[in-house]
Each structure stands twice: as C-alpha cells, then as structure tokens.
C-alpha cells in the first residue's frame, strides 16, 4: 500500500500473486482467482509463473495463444482436478506475466508479494521456505508438506518473520459440511456421538488406476504416504471442522495394488505407499470418528442414493 497525492489518500496496490508449479491442480487456482474477479475482488494480480518446463508455465497464460494445456484428469464435476479451459487472459488483461525458469529468478527479480505453490508436493517445503526467507506471502497447495518435519519448518520460519502462511484446504466449502455444521451448531442433532466417513473405491483411479495421471502419488520419497495423507488430510479436515480438535487416534494402513497403470497400460508403476486406511479418531470434545478410504477396491462403485 502507499500514501497518494497531497490529500495523503491510501491507495491499495494489488498484491502481486506468483504462480509456483504447474500441477494438476494449477486449473481450479485460476478458476478461484477468475470468480473472485467477477465478484469484484479487485485486489490480487498474476505477475508471475515458474515450473519445473517453461513450455508448462506458458500453456496457462493467453487462450490460443500458448502450448495447450494438458486435459483435465477427473470427469467428476464436484472434483477441482476436473476444471479445465481457464487462462489467466480469461480475467486478467492489465498486468503482463513474466515467465521466470527458477524460484529463485522469480524472487530475485521482485516481481511478487506472494507465492501460489501448485508445484508437487515434494518440493511444497523448499519452495516455502524460499519464499518466506524472501519476504513472501506463501499459500501452499494441500496436503501442507511431505513430512510432519517439513510442515514444522514451514511455520517455524513464518512465524517470526511475520509472513502468512496457509493451505489450500477446500473441504470445509463444500456444500455438505457447511451444512452439516450449520445443523449441528442449531442442536437439531443434539451433542454429537459419532462420525464416520466410509468409501472403499473411486470412480477413477480403483481399482489399480494411477491417481489423477500422477505417478509421485504412489512412491514415497516423492508424495511421503498414498491415500492416507493425499486424501486422509482432506478428511481429518472435515472432521476437526464438524468437531473440534483430536484427542488421539489409532490407524492401519494398507497396499492392495502394488501395481497401478496409466489409462491404457501405457506405464506401469510399482506403489510403494498405501492405498488405503482405516482410522478410528476419539475427539477431545468426545465423539468418536471412524474413517475408511481405498484407492482400491474392485467391482462396479455402488453408491447410496444421493451420492
């Protein structure tokens, strides 16, 4: 921000956004920042972008006028992987974006406020990290780090330097847990005894699929577990948000596709990590939650009515 005229009138500079990674997800990031502009947050501006492939971070920036972007990887309209055919050009057209091939170009050059890491989770710490020790604002893309050790160093270094650090974790806007929230905080239920949350099986990726066409999703130095932390933190999430804080818990986890293949059996690719869970939460308030989730699974996905 900063004092303009004679009048001293505070002007509010937008906050210059500088885009990490082009992962999978990198679609539904433009897709929020395109709706916050269309109800009028006038406040955020891509200047940036950086990936591991120049060509990744060009496809995103004008609409026929770059490398076409990959196809989304879900067909599941309630899925952020599905969102596709967006374009910083869509919404933005009076701030050019610089291309940058390095963090560290990027910083160096001054060109943003904060960061947006859409990059793999593997380097979620480093880039994090690099961010911060320059005086950058960091929003990092879920699950929040590989490691819980690398997830402590990411605050220990946001904490004193006063910069925001926050994970893009969207379960708690869906629909069905604002809902659920909303009647729990009513007392239409009375005091909650229990939550489960049970699914054995995906549309997608069961029973042997690669997840979302990612193979670092199934080996461990590159995503640190399988569907336990991929998709245990979006769960765990929804629990602490519909009750509160953990107490303790207990799990097991399990590989029952050691094998998984891209579509077609183009590639294959050995799982070292798991692809599924059972979980039993006891909540510091007292409920008890149970949770079950499987990238496996075989059969034709049944389903309640519903969903």
Known sequence: MKLGGTSNILVLQPIRIGIVGTGRILPAHLRGYQLLRQVSVDTLRITAFTSRTRRDAESFLTRGGGPTPRAPVS??????LSVGDVFVSDFQDDVDVRVYDSLDEMLASDAVDA????????????ATLSGLKAGKHCLVQKPLAISVAAGRLMVDEARPCGMSLDVTENLHYMPRARIARWVIDQGYLGDVQMIAVWAVGTPEWSPDRVVAQTPWRHLKLQAGGGASLDIGVHLLHEFRYLAGDFDSMCALTRTFEPTRCLPGD???VTCDVDDAFFATVFLASGPVGQLTFSWAGHGVPTSMPEG
């Not at 859409?118 to 710490?125: E, I, K």
């Open 115 to 126: 960061l947006d890491i859409t990059a793999s989770l593997a380097v979620h710490h480093t």
């Open 75 to 80: 067909a599941q309209p309630s899925d952020p």
């Open 266 to 268: 183009v590639e294959r």
